[in-house]
């Protein structure tokens, strides 16, 4: 055991406000788990919800482990100190429950070498009565569980304000009967919005290829994503406070779901009916955002799609905070909320055309035209902000080589304009290639080969 770990555990919990503690064997231990660093799992909103959907039970201390950074695995492994929770600097197998919240495909490395740090078996089938029970939520095993169906023994299908809740009651019901390991799951496979895969057969073809997933007797014919229907019954804001994130916000979100219905993208298709908070509850935790005096950090798919982003700009203003946006639509932007950016500091405008010519714009069904982004950079250098982003994909289905070319031309037509409006400002293109997603009119259209991704970028 490595002290030093523990001690370092136990200072960067002081740095924090809002965290809960409970004395060991009061409540069932639950360990909530983000697969990458302390520094990218707390700038996650749905981390911070769940954590405070769980410790608000009177049965359940949710504790909070992440995996370490890259110059503290190696004493991790050679003083086989197994990871820690934040809370109380307990092992990863102490828990009975691992709750892992999985954003991003690339993490699920992460999360095999986060079991192996923790001394948790990382196969399902391997794990007896005294092994605790691991699950996943969130949008990877929402859209698509199967990559990791032999690692869990459970996942949370839809949003977690809605499933998580009932997950527990049946947890602790099963708990208080004394039934076995399998019999818990079968019981938990009743919760709408639990998918067990133990309980299903699934099908190979000679090639490797899941050709078809077969309920057991006794298992759900089909799981249904849950979802919130009203927004209001569940503040979603930043509940542990700390400067370590990435933006150093205190977050609220102000809607879920997306209308707009482009093809590449998952949240127009799985949460497809947009949904708003109110603005009253939104101001409600604006005033909870007070004491800490941070910059507000709006959260949703678009926040300019907000049907009323304007007063809550002047609302947030008024209250003497500042703000930032997650993303806004350049077809939907309003005056009021580049001012307010303006006025609360922010220097780079960010859009997201995601292609550079009309045809390739069409094909994926973005909705965004030229005469919108020059608009929004109209807008922007009025209020004083000099810099600008575009989002850009590559590799897109049915892209041709004109389309790149076009990218281009857009990109210096919009730096020439910033010139003409006397800005010295910069112009900077995030490329990313094209990668799709379950659910999604592109879902079986394949990545462009390397080769093609790498000549697009140069």
């Avoid at 500042?322 to 780079?348: C, I, P, Y």
Wanted: glycine share 6%.
């Amino acid at each position: 055991m490595d002290w030093e770990l523990k001690r370092e555990l136990k200072e960067q919990l002081q740095e924090e406000q809002g965290y809960y503690v409970y004395p060991v064997g009061t409540r069932t231990r639950f360990a909530l788990v983000y697969p990458n660093s302390y520094f990218v799992g707390m700038s996650n909103l749905g981390f911070h919800i769940i954590y405070d959907l769980l410790n608000k039970r009177g049965d359940t201390a949710c504790e909070r482990v992440f995996l370490p950074e890259r110059t503290k695995i190696a004493r991790y492994e050679n003083t086989r100190t197994p990871i820690m929770s934040m809370e109380t600097q307990s092992p990863l197998y102490d828990f009975e429950v691992l709750g892992f919240a999985v954003s991003f495909e690339m993490d699920y490395f992460n999360i095999l070498q986060l079991l192996a740090l923790g001394k948790v078996k990382a196969k399902a089938a391997e794990r007896g009565e005294r092994d605790p029970i691991l699950i996943a939520g969130g949008p990877c095993p929402t859209f698509n569980p199967e990559p990791l169906a032999a690692i869990f023994d459970a996942f949370i299908i839809g949003e977690g304000e809605v499933v998580v809740p009932a997950f527990m009651d049946v947890y602790h019901e099963a708990k208080r009967e004394g039934l076995s390991r399998r019999e818990t799951l079968q019981k938990l496979a009743a919760v709408p919005g639990v998918y067990v895969p133990s309980l299903y057969a699934h099908h190979y073809d000679g090639e490797g290829h899941l050709t078809a997933i077969e309920p057991l007797p006794g298992a759900p014919k089909a799981v249904a994503r849950q979802w919130v229907h009203d927004l209001d019954a569940y503040p979603a804001h930043t509940v542990v406070v700390t400067d370590n994130t990435e933006f150093n916000f205190y977050l609220i979100e102000t809607a879920r779901g997306c209308g707009r219905h482009c093809r590449f993208c998952m949240a127009g298709y799985c949460f497809r009916k947009p949904r708003n908070r109110s603005l009253a509850v939104i101001n409600e935790e604006v005033q909870e955002a007070l004491k800490y005096r941070k910059r507000i950090g709006l959260m949703g798919a678009a926040i300019s799609d907000y049907p009323e982003i304007d007063a809550l700009c002047k609302d947030i203003l008024g209250e003497g905070l500042s703000m930032s946006v997650a993303s806004f639509r350049a077809d939907s932007v309003t005056k009021e909320l580049v001012d307010s950016l303006a006025e609360s500091g922010l220097k780079t405008l960010t859009m997201a055309p995601e292609a550079g010519s009309d045809r390739m714009r069409a094909v994926i069904n973005k909705g965004i035209e030229e005469h919108h982004l020059f608009h929004s950079m109209d807008l922007g250098l009025s209020a004083g902000i000099r810099n600008f982003r575009l989002y850009i994909m590559v590799g897109l289905p049915f892209e041709q080589e004109e389309d790149i070319d076009a990218i281009i031309d857009l990109a210096e037509r919009l730096k020439d304009y910033m010139e003409e409006r006397g800005s010295k400002g910069t112009l900077t293109l995030s490329v990313n290639p094209f990668i799709p997603k379950p659910f999604t009119p592109f879902q079986w259209e394949p990545m462009a080969d390397r080769k093609v991704v790498e000549k697009r970028l140069k």
